[in-house]
C-alpha cells in the first residue's frame, strides 16, 4: 500500500471522499494534484496533508471538452500522473413525475460525461505514468433500484459498464482502470440527503447497511488498494464498499 514517489490526481478533493482520500493517500506517501471548483475549500484539504510538493488545480467538470486539454497542461507542471481517483459528483433525488430532461443532463454531464473527458484526457501519453491506476466513484445506486432517483442511478450504473469497457481499451496502455460503489456514508452531500427526510424515512435508510452507516475513510481505503502496486492485477472490477448494503 505504499505509494511514495507516486502522483495522484483526484477531483472532488473538496469534500467527502475526495478529501479523506487526499489526506490517506498523502499519509501513504503519494504526491496529490487537489481538484475542484472552489480553490478555498481544496486550501483547507492542502492544510491537512502529510508531506510536501502537493499541489492545488481548481477547475470546473462541466467544462467537459477543456478536461483533455487541461490534463496536459496539470502534467506538463506535475510530470507524468500515476493515478486518477474521480470524486466529484452531485446526488438527484427526483421523482419521474417532475424530472425534467434538463435535470438528467446535468446529472449526466457531472456523474458520467467528466468521467469519459477525463478517461480520454488521462490516456495521453503525456500525461499517464507508465502502469498507471485510474479509479472511478460509483454507487450501490447503479446496482439496486431505489424510488426517486432514476437519474443517478443510471449515471452511477453508466460508470460501472465505462470502468469495464474502458479497462479493456486501456490494458494494452499499462492503464488499470475500476470502480468502487459506495453505500450511503456520512459525508456533506450524504447530510443534504438526511435533511431532507423524515427521522423514520433515515432510520430505514440506516437498516439497509447491517454494518451501520459507513465513513468516507471506509472508502478511501478501497481507493487507496486499487491505486497501489497490491492491485495490480486488477483492472475492470467494481468494489462494493457498503457495509452490507446490497446483501440483502
Known sequence: MDLTGKTILITGASSG?????????????????????????????????????????????????????????????????????HCAGIHSAMPLRVQK???????????????????????????????????????????V??????????????????????????ARESIRVNCIAPAFVQTEMAQELRDTVTVEQFKAIEQMHPLGIGTALDVAYAIAFLLADTARWITGSTFVVDGGYTAH
Open 145 to 170: 433500484g431505489q424510488p426517486g432517483i432514476s437519474a443517478y442511478g443510471a449515471s452511477k450504473g453508466a460508470i460501472i459498464a465505462l470502468t469495464k469497457s474502458a479497462s479493456l481499451e486501456l
Open 17 to 85: 471522499i475526495g478529501r479523506e482520500t487526499s489526506v490517506l493517500l498523502s499519509q501513504l506517501g503519494a504526491r496529490l494534484i487537489l481538484v475542484a471548483r472552489n480553490p478555498e475549500r481544496l486550501q483547507q484539504t492542502a492544510e491537512r496533508l502529510e508531506g510536501i510538493n502537493h499541489q492545488i488545480e481548481p477547475f470546473d467538470l462541466t467544462n467537459i471538452d477543456d478536461i483533455p486539454h487541461w490534463l496536459r497542461n496539470v502534467a506538463t507542471k506535475a510530470g507524468p500522473i500515476n493515478g486518477l481517483v
Open 101 to 143: 430532461s434538463t435535470d438528467v443532463r446535468q446529472v449526466m454531464l457531472i456523474n458520467y460525461e467528466a468521467a469519459v473527458s477525463l478517461l480520454t484526457g488521462f490516456r495521453h501519453r503525456k500525461v499517464a505514468a507508465p502502469d498507471s491506476s485510474i479509479v472511478l466513484l460509483s454507487s450501490v445506486m447503479g446496482l
